[in-house]
């Protein structure tokens, strides 16, 4: 048997649902949000101070809201009352909302850029398989190449062998045009294409 939710479960759950439309508001339009942050800092920060504030004017307080927002704090202005203070909590979030806000946004596009600019590269793995194949190819050659030299080498000693052995000269000319045959098939002497 199902019970009802408790009211602060449904309070927490209403609460999530708003947070996660808020920050999705907030994804579309950053800049507008930064924007919203700074200027209500400004103006509603720097109207309290300086209504509150004595010998504080509107520029006064638009000034001190500039400066708290930036978390400077020249100390030129300082809220005297406790409520100004509470107020300055307001006003140094609102400008550390609105630092993080354009922080994200543009960390966001960097990283959305670098992820494009990598989908229009090559795959690694394609890159890894296309030195594989000509490392495979080189060694191919390689194995070829040496099997060729060998045959090359023997073809040379008969040829030396039988002129060493002062043999009759069909036997140093067959050996001789042997070796003359596979020194031209040899693959080195051929031609890049």
């Given at each position: 048997?199902?019970?009802?939710?408790?009211?602060?479960?449904?309070?927490?759950?209403?609460?999530?649902r708003g947070v996660t439309r808020f920050f999705g508001r907030l994804a579309q339009h950053?800049?507008?949000?930064?924007?919203?942050?700074?200027?209500?800092?400004?103006?509603?920060?720097?109207?309290?101070?300086?209504?509150?504030?004595?010998?504080?004017?509107?520029?006064?307080?638009?000034?001190?809201?500039?400066?708290?927002?930036?978390?400077?704090?020249?100390?030129?202005?300082?809220?005297?009352?406790?409520?100004?203070?509470?107020?300055?909590?307001?006003?140094?979030?609102?400008?550390?909302?609105?630092?993080?806000?354009?922080?994200?946004?543009?960390?966001?596009?960097?990283?959305?850029?670098?992820?494009?600019?990598?989908?229009?590269?090559?795959?690694?793995?394609?890159?890894?398989?296309?030195?594989?194949?000509?490392?495979?190819?080189?060694?191919?050659?390689?194995?070829?190449?040496?099997?060729?030299?060998?045959?090359?080498?023997?073809?040379?000693?008969?040829?030396?062998?039988?002129?060493?052995?002062?043999?009759?000269?069909?036997?140093?000319?067959?050996?001789?045009?042997?070796?003359?045959?596979?020194?031209?098939?040899?693959?080195?002497?051929?031609?890049?294409?």
């Amino acid at each position: 048997m199902a019970t009802a939710p408790s009211t602060a479960s449904r309070y927490d759950l209403r609460l999530e649902r708003g947070v996660t439309r808020f920050f999705g508001r907030l994804a579309q339009h950053p800049l507008r949000f930064a924007v919203y942050a700074v200027l209500s800092g400004l103006l509603v920060g720097g109207s309290i101070f300086s209504a509150v504030e004595p010998d504080a004017s509107l520029p006064d307080g638009i000034w001190w809201a500039f400066v708290s927002m930036t978390t400077v704090g020249y100390g030129d202005l300082a809220p005297k009352s406790t409520e100004i203070r509470m107020l300055a909590t307001f006003v140094i979030a609102t400008g550390i909302a609105a630092t993080a806000i354009l922080t994200a946004a543009l960390a966001g596009r960097v990283a959305e850029a670098r992820l494009s600019e990598r989908e229009r590269t090559l795959d690694l793995d394609d890159d890894f398989d296309d030195v594989a194949a000509r490392v495979q190819a080189l060694k191919q050659r390689y194995v070829h190449d040496e099997r060729h030299d060998d045959l090359l080498t023997q073809h040379a000693v008969l040829a030396v062998v039988a002129w060493r052995q002062g043999g009759a000269p069909g036997t140093v000319n067959d050996a001789t045009a042997d070796l003359a045959e596979c020194l031209a098939d040899h693959p080195e002497l051929e031609e890049p294409s």
